[in-house]
């Protein structure tokens, strides 16, 4: 399962070409302690963010799915010309508290409302007791044609965790029909089976 990975390279690298050399599988994962983490899926590591890089002094876990040991060497490029950043909005609706909590779990899902995925821009926040633990945007996902969103949801105990629905557009906000338990280090939901967030409006 999970595993702690440092990062020792002085130079920020996009994680597709920082992990070239890796023998991932689908559904692996690899997460930081903020509001990030990457799925691989067929060839590609799919992040929350537009661009999810390796940073120098920052720590990692990794979930391998296969049993079997691995070791790998980080892939910097001679001539890294890479200083993008994890791109992501700065208007969102809802700030998480990842900085009060040491863990975090993740989840990977879609929307329906009233049946039907939802293609448009909104936000979902994961909330406990009223605090907010994570919020995410959906990622257009070109290979697969669909909109996905890919949460990180922080906290240390077990406890409930309810969703809200924001339309960016018109301003509008919904509790969703969804509630789980948090706990440390959970994968919900892949890319092949995201989790369902639903809202009944009509």
């Known amino acids: 399962g999970w595993n702690w990975i440092s990062y020792p390279v002085n130079e920020t690298v996009d994680i597709n070409e920082a992990l070239k050399d890796l023998n991932a599988s689908d559904n692996d994962i690899v997460k930081m302690h903020?509001?990030?983490?990457?799925?691989y899926y067929k060839g590609e590591w799919l992040a929350n963010n537009v661009v999810m890089t390796l940073e120098p002094g920052q720590g990692y876990m990794y979930y391998r799915k296969a049993s079997?040991?691995?070791s790998f060497v980080y892939n910097v490029p001679a001539e890294n010309n890479n200083n993008k950043t994890n791109v992501a909005a700065t208007?969102?609706?809802?700030?998480?508290a990842s900085a009060e909590y040491a863990n975090n779990m993740t989840i990977t899902a879609m929307l329906s409302v009233d049946g039907e995925l939802v293609r448009g821009d909104y936000e979902i926040a994961a909330l406990v007791n009223g605090e907010v633990r994570g919020n995410a945007r959906p990622v257009y996902i070109?290979?697969?044609d669909a909109y996905m969103l890919f949460m990180t949801v922080f906290g240390d105990d077990v406890e409930e965790v309810t969703f809200r629905y924001y339309d960016v557009e018109t301003g509008a906000e919904f509790d969703l029909d969804n509630n789980i338990i948090y706990s440390t280090d959970a994968i919900v939901g892949s890319i092949e089976e995201p989790y369902m967030f639903s809202l009944d409006i009509l």
Do not use: H, V
């Open 142 to 144: 070109e290979s697969l």
């Open 91 to 96: 208007d969102y609706r809802w700030t998480s």
């Open 68 to 70: 079997d040991a691995t």
């Open 34 to 39: 903020g509001a990030t983490f990457a799925t």
